[in-house]
């Protein structure tokens, strides 16, 4: 006798296409946020003023050259 949903006897049925669809559609979900969260994670706001005054302060650069910088950026 054949399958009513006509996906044989040991095919799909229709429970098993919902669940696998549910599954896709979670995985893309997953797939979608992880790129987000990893473009937001690499998202600098700070200016690169703000950055010239955290190396100046640091001592990885000299004041003259700090100066040039702030000078540059203006």
Known sequence: ????????????GPWDTWFSMTIMILFW??????IFWLIKRNDTSESAF????KRFA???????????IRKSLK
Not at 6 to 12: A, S
Not at 50 to 53: F, T, Y
């Open 29 to 34: 979900t997953a797939v979608i946020w992880f």
């Open 58 to 68: 640091k001592g990885e650069i000299t004041k003259k050259e700090f100066e040039e």
């Open 1 to 12: 006798m054949a399958n009513t949903y006509g996906y044989g006897m040991m095919g799909i």
């Open 50 to 53: 703000e950055i010239a005054k």
